[in-house]
């Protein structure tokens, strides 16, 4: 896979996958669901807004908690 240079304050889909804890599949699917935007980069190769994923990481591990 071509590296790719991406903007400050994004994170790639695999970067992404790796701090929610779940699979490239489920990342794709809190986009379509509506619970993930994605900011950046290509249909193949998206990027999301790192202050979207911490958001997302914060919620996951309160409902987790709860």
Do not use: C, F, N
Request: charged residues 25%; glycine residues 8%; proline residues 5%.
């Amino acid at each position: 896979m071509e590296q790719q240079h991406i903007r400050p304050g994004h994170l790639t889909a695999q970067q992404t996958a790796r701090l929610l804890g779940v699979k490239l599949d489920a990342v794709r699917q809190l986009v379509k669901r509506g619970h993930l935007t994605r900011s950046g980069g290509t249909p193949r190769q998206p990027w999301y807004a790192a202050q979207d994923v911490a958001a997302l990481v914060a919620k996951r591990r309160t409902l987790d908690a709860a």
